[in-house]
């Protein structure tokens, strides 16, 4: 009797996760009918496959890259102590496999991550090591609520220690649905729970794996922030320097008149350059979120704690204005320029064409977050945001 193989179906959890847009893409590349509802476009991957128009491995890399990238646009970030670094460098392959094996974790069985579905526990479904990092991808299965359905989803953390950076990041999907149970009740579960889970995974199979507290990335906040600031205001800051005699001399001109101003207290002179380069800056608003050669992007809100401890906030969703022309940045800038820290910092990069890649990257007493707002995220916005994060990063 003959065997008869079974037909392919895209597995569900890929048919809901995976855009109608990526999907689109996929099939045009191919030159498939790439058009019509998202339904229809599965039909007509599930039908290639089965057809053998469209291999498996090629639909699987998709997947894979779909996956990995897509919705997972929250990266935690922790620096990895020197002598950590070393240890971890030092591990072979075969030596990542042992000790993973000893601490009671399986190891991935092809490191294809496209065919795992509801892991029971956290599992390890990915392993890499190379010249310059290791890398781990964690699965486990969790609850979701969808407007009172409870479905279940496959959750990964895409984990990397980089050896040249000196960094540990753990990737995930934010979500706002995670429930568990509490006896019969359903609670909600905070997602950057999750990052605690896989940390304290992998310390328990490194145990040479020191991580630093973050808060030191604060100061790196600042040199990003003030360093697009600095780009935006340029053009707007030369035009008031051409005349300098000018404000120099009404300065004067207005402190003889005005001999109570207490110039030690109020530098009319100072005061009166910023009075002019906001209003320069708020007449011409629009240019600052034009993309010029050099311009990388735009700060548009900042969280900073004053030495009191108060949080002060500044937000372009106030009157639909950018950080620059708020009157509390320029009432704070000068305390911001001593205090040289931001707890928080969202910036709109320049990415391909005319897309803007919306982050906000954030600074807790344990670690540094990035997040994406952008819904689907692609590899080459990632790897260019985190590129130029860390360019900004550095001091002068």
Same mark, same amino acid.
């Given at each position: 009797?003959?065997?008869v193989?079974?037909?392919?179906?895209?597995?569900?959890?890929?048919?809901?996760?995976?855009?109608k847009?990526?999907?689109s893409?996929?099939?045009?590349?191919?030159?498939?009918?790439?058009y019509?509802?998202?339904?229809?476009?599965v039909? @007509? $991957? #599930?039908?290639?496959?089965?057809?053998? !128009?469209l291999?498996?491995?090629?639909? &699987?890399?998709?997947? /894979?890259?779909?996956?990995?990238?897509?919705?997972?646009?929250l990266?935690?970030?922790?620096?990895?102590?020197?002598?950590?670094?070393?240890?971890?460098?030092?591990?072979?392959?075969?030596?990542?496999?042992?000790?993973?094996?000893?601490?009671?974790?399986?190891?991935?069985?092809?490191?294809?991550?496209a065919?795992?579905?509801?892991?029971?526990?956290?599992?390890?479904?990915e392993l890499k090591r190379?010249?310059?990092q290791?890398?781990?991808t964690?699965?486990?299965?969790?609850?979701?609520?969808?407007?009172?359905?409870?479905r279940?989803?496959?959750d990964?953390?895409?984990? @990397? $220690? #980089?050896?040249?950076?000196s960094?540990? !990041?753990?990737?995930?999907?934010p979500? &706002?649905?995670?429930? /568990?149970?509490?006896?019969?009740?359903?609670?909600?579960?905070?997602?950057?729970?999750?990052?605690?889970?896989v940390?304290?995974?992998?310390?328990?199979?490194?145990?040479?794996?020191?991580?630093?507290?973050?808060?030191?990335?604060?100061?790196?906040?600042?040199n990003?922030?003030?360093?697009?600031?600095?780009?935006?205001?340029k053009?707007?800051?030369?035009?008031?320097?051409?005349?300098?005699?000018?404000?120099?001399?009404?300065?004067?001109t207005l402190?003889?008149k005005?001999?109570d101003?207490?110039?030690?207290?109020?530098?009319?002179?100072?005061r009166?350059t910023?009075?002019?380069?906001?209003a320069?800056?708020?007449?011409n608003?629009?240019e600052l979120k034009?993309k010029?050669?050099?311009?990388?992007?735009?700060?548009s809100?900042?969280?900073?704690?004053d030495?009191?401890?108060?949080?002060?906030?500044?937000?372009?969703?106030?009157?639909?204005?950018?950080?620059?022309?708020?009157?509390?940045?320029?009432?704070?800038?000068?305390?911001?320029?001593?205090?040289?820290?931001?707890?928080?910092?969202?910036?709109?990069?320049?990415?391909e064409?005319?897309?803007?890649?919306?982050?906000?990257?954030?600074c807790?007493?344990e670690?540094?977050?990035?997040?994406?707002?952008?819904?689907?995220?692609?590899?080459d916005?990632?790897d260019?945001?985190?590129?130029?994060?860390?360019?900004?990063?550095?001091g002068?």
């Amino acid at each position: 009797m003959l065997e008869v193989e079974s037909m392919y179906i895209l597995h569900e959890e890929h048919v809901r996760n995976i855009s109608k847009i990526a999907f689109s893409r996929f099939l045009k590349e191919l030159k498939f009918k790439a058009y019509g509802a998202k339904t229809a476009m599965v039909d @007509t $991957i #599930n039908e290639a496959v089965n057809e053998g !128009t469209l291999s498996k491995e090629q639909l &699987g890399q998709f997947i /894979d890259s779909e996956i990995r990238y897509g919705h997972h646009r929250l990266l935690f970030v922790k620096d990895v102590e020197k002598n950590s670094i070393a240890y971890m460098k030092s591990l072979t392959y075969e030596e990542v496999q042992r000790l993973i094996i000893t601490k009671g974790y399986s190891l991935p069985e092809n490191n294809f991550i496209a065919d795992v579905h509801f892991p029971t526990g956290l599992q390890i479904c990915e392993l890499k090591r190379d010249e310059d990092q290791l890398t781990l991808t964690y699965a486990r299965t969790i609850s979701c609520n969808y407007d009172g359905v409870i479905r279940r989803e496959t959750d990964f953390a895409f984990v @990397t $220690i #980089n050896f040249e950076e000196s960094t540990f !990041t753990v990737r995930i999907r934010p979500r &706002g649905g995670i429930v /568990d149970k509490d006896g019969s009740k359903l609670i909600k579960v905070n997602q950057n729970a999750y990052f605690y889970i896989v940390e304290d995974a992998m310390k328990k199979i490194f145990n040479g794996l020191d991580l630093i507290k973050s808060v030191h990335f604060k100061r790196s906040m600042y040199n990003i922030g003030i360093k697009l600031t600095e780009r935006a205001e340029k053009k707007w800051r030369k035009q008031v320097e051409a005349i300098k005699d000018d404000v120099i001399t009404i300065s004067k001109t207005l402190s003889s008149k005005l001999p109570d101003i207490n110039q030690e207290e109020f530098d009319l002179e100072f005061r009166l350059t910023r009075l002019l380069e906001r209003a320069l800056i708020q007449s011409n608003f629009e240019e600052l979120k034009k993309k010029e050669e050099g311009k990388l992007g735009w700060v548009s809100s900042f969280v900073f704690s004053d030495n009191s401890g108060g949080k002060i906030k500044s937000s372009t969703k106030e009157n639909g204005r950018a950080i620059e022309l708020s009157e509390l940045y320029y009432d704070t800038k000068d305390t911001i320029d001593k205090v040289r820290t931001f707890d928080k910092i969202w910036i709109n990069w320049f990415g391909e064409g005319k897309r803007i890649i919306d982050t906000r990257i954030e600074c807790t007493q344990e670690y540094y977050e990035i997040h994406f707002f952008n819904y689907i995220l692609n590899k080459d916005e990632l790897d260019h945001v985190l590129s130029k994060i860390r360019t900004l990063a550095q001091g002068d």
